[in-house]
């Protein structure tokens, strides 16, 4: 069994930056997939950006230019780095993991972090 173990969360400002970690445990991960999902109140949960056992990487839309999603597997960790953060982005951050999927878009990871509160508010 897999635990995925989600922190780096916070209050910032708009423009500022922040760096999500999600450290996994259980099994060697370097082979699956990994990425990061959030929901904020009143929305389905969104894809935001996933990698790849090999690196490939994809991003949501509204979040690419500005989130940059890398992994350590040394470590078994995913990190996804934010800048110019805006209140858009203001949501519950879950790490996820998977075998890979056809189109990220599309994609169904079998575990899940607890999830981490990014706010981003003036």
């Known amino acids: 069994q897999v635990q995925l173990v989600d922190s780096g969360g916070g209050l910032v400002q708009p423009g500022e930056s922040l760096r999500l970690s999600c450290a996994a445990s259980?099994?060697?991960?370097?082979?699956?997939?990994m990425g990061w999902f959030r929901q904020a109140p009143g929305k389905e949960r969104e894809f935001v950006a996933g990698?790849?056992?090999?690196?490939?990487?994809d991003y949501a839309d509204s979040v690419k230019g500005r989130f940059t999603i890398s992994r350590d597997n040394a470590k078994n960790t995913v990190y996804l780095q934010m800048h110019s953060l805006k209140p858009e982005d203001t949501a519950v951050y879950y790490c996820a993991l998977g075998w890979r999927p056809l189109v990220f878009q599309a994609w169904r990871p079998d575990y899940w972090g607890q999830g981490t509160q990014v706010t981003v508010s003036s």
């Open positions: 259980g099994r060697s991960v370097g082979s699956y997939t």
């Open positions: 990698i790849t056992g090999g690196g490939i990487t």
